[in-house]
């Protein structure tokens, strides 16, 4: 008997040592209705998240996970349907529109508005994240393309700026709706996806190429393909120290960029990912050796926050290359093609320098670089005079206009009118307040009056002069 009881006693123990453990696993708290739209933003110094709601902001002490703060608030109404990215800077609190520019401080128990800008729409779509004490996106949507550049808040300017990719001779197509950026130290890593095909920009293809920015020299470099395990459905991303797990419906997929790793577990979580806004959200932390996952519970109708040791099995299905590197016998027929055009450039190099930086006459058409003017029929003619004559006297430049019928002092004020319509031409063509025909009183005989044409600034290549 007292055996028996014994065996009871001790089965009873277990099964409550199990249940504690499993509640120490995964802990829960309500942050909402089945329904609402969430922004999340996490503060690792702090050891903090906050959850934001259309009419809620709640902090959360992730190591005690408990709500420490829970205050009404009011979206400020510039921010379209709820849709915007939150994120701490120096312990502060911002949200910015993904419609557009519009950023906001949180400050004195409200939001207040920093920035000048205004709802573009041009960069839909868009991954968002923190380096250098900067807000940064990168590429998005907007205006049948995908942008390929990263932009940044500068609150000092009230406005955003572009990052130029300075030393760069290579760029990755643009892309959005899906991309990842994984900035690990100075270089940052973007991968994942759709681009539009060059063909029809209403239609999308997904990204199949990873890049890396070195932000430190402003340089890109394409490291080769991604595996295809990474471009099928993601319905949550988690960043983990320097890896990311991407995870499915059913796998988690281990990426490490640095290694070119890609390790596939199989998903133990029974979390269902809140992910209305695609999985380049930030909805999902780590901190500290445990996950934190906004997660949806159809069965009680709430929103919930969860807090668990273990999100994937450790056995692995597969160690697989994150992406495949480029072929480095492609980079060899690169070489060759560049070697043959640098050959045909060095046997026209006479060609190149002579024509630029110069004026091209040819027809009626000047060009000048990439700007152009068309000449009338008469002013063509004339600036054709001048090119094939080092000096043109005002009688040789009558008998060209041939205006007979008219008296001479009428001629006169027609060349001269001729001439500044040249020169005026010239000016806006060069940007340069310069006159390149100038007049002058013959040395033989100061009675006649010598026009002349500055050549310098012309390619003569196709002129024949006398």
Known sequence: MKSTFFRHLLIFISILSVGLNDAKAQERIVVGTFTTAFQTAFNAEQGIEAIITKDTLKIIDLESFR??????IQIPREIYQLVFDAYYLNNQLYISSRNGGQTYRWENNSFTR?????????????????????FYRYGGYGFWSYRNFFTFFDESNKGWDILPAE????????????????PIGDDWYVFGGKWTKPSNPKEFEPNNEL????????????????????????????????????????HCYEVDLQK??????????????????????NFNYYFKGYYYLLSLNSATLTAQLIKEKVVYDDASYGVTEAYSKSNPYFYLLILVIVGAIGLVILGNRKS??????????????????NHTLDLEDDYAGLLELFLKTDEVSTNQILDYLKNEHLHYTQNLRILHLMIAELNLKFRLLLDRKIDLITGEKSILDKRIRIYSLNKKYFCLKNIKTT
Request: glycine letters at 6%; aromatic letters at 8%; charged letters at 20%.
């Open 167 to 182: 030393g760069s001779t290579s760029f990755p197509a643009g892309t959005g709706d899906g991309t990842y950026v994984k």
């Open 211 to 250: 890049w890396v920015f070195h932000s430190k020299t402003k340089r890109w470099e394409l490291l080769g393909k991604t595996s295809n395990l990474l471009l099928q459905e993601i319905v949550a991303s988690i960043n983990v120290e320097n890896k990311l797990l991407l995870l499915s419906r059913t």
């Open 67 to 72: 709500v420490i703060s829970s205050m009404p």
């Open 114 to 134: 920093l920035d000048e800008s205004f709802t573009h729409k041009m960069q839909l779509g868009a991954p968002s994240f923190t380096s250098d004490n900067k």
């Open 260 to 281: 070119n790793l890609l390790t596939t577990h199989k998903l133990k979580t029974s979390a269902s990912f809140y992910c209305a806004e695609g999985p380049d959200l």
């Open 352 to 369: 190149i320098r002579r024509t630029k930086n110069k004026i091209i006459f040819e027809g009626n058409l000047l060009t000048f670089n």
